[in-house]
């Protein structure tokens, strides 16, 4: 049985947090699936756009090979289409996603779907954390 594990982030310029992340959720399956924030939610969300548009952050992805599937959000936030459309077994969610994961529950027990949600460790948070990586940039 193929199961099938979503994950959900900006992926702001890629990396090591984010590639451990992504290697840490294939291991709750066979293929990783890879949901891209909308730059709009990005920004009302942190106050500020991504560094790449989500079109580039999903080309980005894909050329990674760390994901089998991406996919961009909803445009609706908090619809969870996304679910339906993907049909995932598992869902993980990194250390920084706590609002999420509390909506994803609430969504989950209101639609009867009975889906696993493993919220996974940081790698180096002080080091590799986009707005860190951003001040570097900039600096």
Known sequence: MNRRVLVFG?????????????????????SLIAVVARDDFVQQRKGRPPIDPMEKRMEILRDSNLADE?????????????????GPDVICLGYDQRELKSNL?????????????????????????TTLLRSQKNN
Not at 10 to 30: E, N
């Open 105 to 129: 529950e609430e969504w989950l027990e209101i639609h009867h779907k009975p889906l696993e949600i493993h919220v996974l460790e940081p790698y180096n948070e002080h080091i590799y954390k």
């Open 10 to 30: 900006t992926f702001d310029l890629l990396h090591q947090g984010h590639r451990y992340f992504l290697t840490q959720a294939r291991q709750f399956g066979d």
């Open 70 to 86: 991406v996919y961009p959000a909803d445009r609706e936030i908090g619809s969870y289409h996304i679910l339906k459309k993907t």
